[in-house]
């Protein structure tokens, strides 16, 4: 046969891998496997476990049952793991043909519609010498049409033997393996499992794989949120609800859809778990073992039975940086995005294409002047707002009058100048004083800032930064490309406003009560950064946005 050319070949937005080794060999070319399909396929990879499937011969081979065994247990669990290399791949094993203990086999041969319809469909079938191709593709694409919706056209390619197995031959060979694990797993009526599912990655997809194949006839799934997601770092990163369920419910369905899910915010560790009677299993990492636990003790006050306690084990991620846990986590994920574009900017014709005008925001203590200071090692013009708002009320400046006649003589040091902190004192405490005094302020500051630009642009900078912690609440976006905010967890921003301003706790505290909510900021924002470690991640986070800014600028 002649080998495919997987390199030259087109990417596909969709794909089906039916894997047809015996599933003892199989482990041992995941990873070749996987490789070859990532080459092919840029977004969402159905899987479909086929062990011992033929696609030689005259007849047209038809789907069977795979046993929900230990060996499939964790043959599907080390498939996730060994995708999570593939960043682009969402990978999805379809567990439709795998039958667990106690339920009823459902009706094979009618077609299982997909939300991503695969455009191609990939096998590691190997083909033996002079075997033909063109029958076997046919094969391929009759089988996979016959058990899944697939595009019009689909595409078919055989992986073999263009992975290479990284194995001796000894260890190729199924009859070399031993101590083969072919428990049948234990399946329960109904099942729970809770998380946060954020950011679906391949830790949840076997945490949910686990339970589907646990469950016969109704997984509940909990979804935590609000005061939950209050201990989460970088928490204003965390998708909505609404979207968190609309990726896992799209993922359960795809995998296994003749399961009953019903999926409900968790406000609590406990949700209907304690509650429901017919309940029998509870799914657990090692680390949420505590909770499973806490539920059954709820359950025993409540005078309903134990559930049974399944534990899986966390998936590892090699590939952790800094600052990372060591397993495959959302919170990792949500990291990465620091300094990346997480949404693209909305073109203003009335704002000039030149320079490119970064918005860096950010609330009291956020590390915003830090920031700040690493992007003018960069190269960027700084525009520092807060500086000239404090300059524009200084005496004979553009609005002292204004101010001393809007707030009384008793702002005014001995010297004449304003007492910032007398000022403070005034409007922080009477929202309609601080209207007031934005109301003075915020138009004669954008008209100087404007003028600032046009400087900027005649010294032939590319980009400036207009540095403003009300840059959202004073309506500047509108005078940038791009906005920019540094967030910090609450408790952290009041300890360094405690001790940079010498303030009370009850002063700090009210001082962010009268600002923009980190999660208001960041949902107006373009690239969010945050200052919470040590000073060179800061920096770290910073060149990489830059770094991407100009990329994105070369692009235009």
Avoid at 85 to 93: P, T
Avoid at 209 to 218: F, I, T
Avoid at 338 to 363: F, S
Wanted: one cysteine or more; charged letters at 20%.
């Amino acid at each position: 046969m002649e080998p495919v050319l997987i390199d030259s070949m087109s990417v596909f937005r969709s794909g089906l891998l039916v894997l047809t080794s015996p599933l003892s060999a199989l482990s041992l070319r995941l990873v070749p496997i996987l490789a070859s399909a990532a080459r092919l396929v840029q977004d969402t990879l159905y899987i479909h476990l086929q062990p011992g499937l033929s696609l030689t011969g005259s007849t047209q081979p038809r789907s069977t049952y795979v046993l929900a065994t230990s060996e499939v247990y964790t043959l599907i669990s080390k498939l996730y793991a060994d995708a999570d290399i593939h960043h682009h791949l969402d990978v999805r094993v379809l567990l439709t043909n795998i039958l667990n203990q106690g339920a009823a086999p459902p009706a094979l041969g009618s077609v299982q519609n997909l939300s991503q319809p695969p455009e191609v469909v990939l096998t590691d079938f190997e083909t033996g010498d002079g075997a033909q191709s063109n029958p076997i593709k046919q094969r391929l694409e009759r089988y996979a049409t016959s058990c899944y919706s697939c595009r019009p056209n689909l595409i078919s390619v055989l992986l073999y033997p263009e992975y290479e197995l990284e194995v001796s031959d000894g260890e190729r060979s199924p009859q070399h393996k031993t101590n083969t694990n072919e428990e049948l797993l234990q399946s329960y009526s109904d099942v729970a499992v809770g998380g946060t599912f954020d950011r679906l990655h391949n830790g949840h997809k076997i945490l949910l794989s686990v339970s589907c194949m646990l469950a016969e006839n109704r997984l509940l799934v909990g979804v935590s949120d609000k005061d939950l997601l209050e201990t989460k770092m970088l928490k204003e990163l965390i998708l909505p609800f609404e979207q968190r369920v609309a990726q896992l419910s799209e993922f359960l369905v795809d995998i296994k859809p003749s399961l009953q899910y019903e999926i409900f915010p968790l406000f609590d560790y406990f949700g209907p778990s304690i509650t429901d009677s017919k309940l029998k299993c509870i799914i657990v990492s090692e680390e949420t073992l505590k909770g499973g636990l806490a539920v059954n003790r709820k359950r025993v006050e409540n005078h309903l039975a134990e559930l049974a306690v399944h534990i899986i084990k966390l998936a590892l991620d090699p590939q952790h940086g800094r600052n990372e846990e060591e397993k495959i986590s959302s919170s990792s994920l949500r990291y990465r995005l620091l300094g990346t574009l997480l949404r693209p900017p909305q073109k203003d014709p009335a704002v000039p294409r030149h320079p490119y005008i970064i918005g860096l925001t950010g609330g009291s203590g956020s590390g915003k002047s830090s920031v700040a200071q690493y992007l003018v090692r960069l190269g960027a013009f700084h525009l520092d707002m807060d500086s000239l708002g404090h300059s524009i009320y200084t005496p004979g400046g553009l609005v002292y009058k204004q101010v001393v006649q809007a707030f009384g003589a008793d702002i005014l040091k001995e010297d004449g100048t304003i007492n910032r902190q007398a000022l403070g004192a005034k409007v922080f405490r009477d929202q309609e004083q601080l209207k007031q005094l934005n109301n003075i302020m915020w138009p004669a500051m954008a008209r100087i800032a404007k003028e600032k630009i046009d400087e900027a642009a005649a010294q032939g900078k590319a980009v400036c930064v207009l540095d403003a912690a009300v840059l959202l609440e004073a309506g500047w976006a509108d005078l940038v490309h791009e906005v920019w905010t540094t967030i910090i967890p609450e408790d952290e921003a009041l300890r360094r406003i405690i001790a940079r301003d010498r303030l009370s706790e009850e002063a700090a505290r009210l001082r962010l009560q009268n600002q923009m909510s980190n999660s208001q900021r960041v949902k107006q924002s373009h690239v969010i950064l945050c200052t919470m470690w040590e000073p060179e991640v800061t920096c770290e986070q910073v060149e990489k946005a830059w770094a991407l800014l100009q990329k994105r600028l070369k692009e235009e």
